[in-house]
């Protein structure tokens, strides 16, 4: 079962079946083919078109397969890190004031 833990995009052939854990919260965008995706605790299955997206849960578990017609292409993007978040408004900010934080702040 491979691991979902970072942004990552990928293809799945026409009757392939891929098992999935996801580690992080994330966001599922389809493109190329639809998707079939069943997900555990969930009594629903979800038919994503080119397009659609889906928010999924840290620790659940997928199935997702495509049916005939082109390989579908699936990308996983996992949400920055609050931290990660803070850091790069503090950038924006610095840069406003024409400074650059780069081993500490710094005149541009």
Not at 22 to 30: E, I, K, M
Not at 60 to 84: C, H, I, K, N, Y
Not at 92 to 99: D, K
Request: charged share 25%.
């Amino acid at each position: 079962m491979r691991e979902i833990s970072s942004s990552i995009t990928f293809e799945i052939r026409p009757g392939e079946t891929v098992p999935m854990k996801v580690a992080r919260s994330t966001r599922l965008a389809v493109s190329c083919n639809p998707i079939w995706v069943t997900r555990s605790d969930d009594t629903e299955d979800y038919w994503l078109e080119p397009g659609h997206t889906l928010h999924l849960r840290r620790g659940e578990r997928l199935w997702l397969s495509a049916e005939g017609g082109p390989t579908a292409r699936v990308a996983f993007a996992v949400p920055a890190r609050a931290d990660q978040k803070f850091f790069n408004w503090l950038g924006r900010i610095g840069e406003r004031f024409g400074l650059h934080f780069r081993d500490g702040w710094r005149a541009v």
